[in-house]
């Protein structure tokens, strides 16, 4: 379970994971270690990270359903321009 209080996790949602990231290559150590620059715990930082990488594949899931479904009517638009054009 995490210890991350709200003020933890507003600094990491202010900083984003890209910089969280970059944060947690700098330092050493196993899960129990302390995150510099944060102050945190590792296991915590990485538990966050986990979380933000799964919201993230769960909105590109959404966009990349989204984009198939626009090219599907698209393709059905063109198809239905090109048999009215034909059937004339």
Request: aromatic share 4%.
């Amino acid at each position: 379970m995490s210890r991350l209080v709200d003020p933890d996790f507003d600094k990491l949602e202010k900083l984003g994971p890209d910089n969280v990231r970059q944060m947690l290559s700098k330092g050493g150590g196993g899960n129990g270690s302390i995150v510099p620059g944060l102050n945190m715990v590792q296991s915590d930082v990485l538990n966050w990270l986990s979380q933000k990488h799964k919201e993230e594949q769960a909105h590109q899931d959404r966009v990349l359903c989204w984009a198939k479904a626009a090219t599907l009517v698209g393709v059905a638009g063109a198809i239905m321009a090109f048999l009215t054009l034909i059937l004339k």
